[in-house]
């Protein structure tokens, strides 16, 4: 089992950068593949941007390509999203997630069903 427990959210102005963190206990997240996801008021949840286990592929959204950037920190136990030039339509809850790997660990996963950790969230808002 792997507890995530994300932090960093908060409000913002539009233009603006935050940095969440979410960090991992029960297993360490070195085996694993890392995603950050977002779910806005009245929208399902959507991917944002992932990492493969090996640390070396990522994949962003489209919406987000060249403002957010997925790192992680084996070390640390914790995988971080990097938002940079904010928008309005960045408003969510953000989510991160992990997805064991035991072959293939330069793939990046995009889809919700392919995670098998979830955190329970923190609140981005940006204001106008």
């Known amino acids: 089992q792997v507890q995530l427990v994300e932090s960093g959210g908060g409000l913002v102005q539009a233009g603006g950068s935050l940095r969440l963190s979410c960090a991992a206990s029960?297993?360490?997240?070195?085996?694993?593949?890392l995603g950050w996801f977002r779910q806005a008021p009245g929208k399902e949840r959507e991917f944002v941007v992932g990492?493969?286990?090996?640390?070396?592929?990522?994949i962003s959204a489209d919406s987000v390509k060249g403002r957010f950037t997925i790192s992680r920190d084996n070390a640390k136990n914790t995988v971080y999203l990097q938002m940079n030039s904010l928008k309005p339509e960045d408003t969510a809850i953000y989510y991160c997630?992990?997805?064991?790997?035991?072959?293939?660990?330069?793939?990046?996963?995009?889809?919700?069903?392919?995670?098998?950790?979830w955190g329970q969230g923190t609140q981005v808002t940006v204001s106008s």
């Open positions: 997630a992990a997805k064991r790997v035991f072959v293939d660990t330069s793939s990046v996963h995009y889809t919700e069903s392919a995670y098998d950790y």
């Open positions: 029960g297993r360490t997240l070195s085996r694993y593949g």
């Open positions: 990492i493969s286990r090996s640390g070396e592929n990522t």
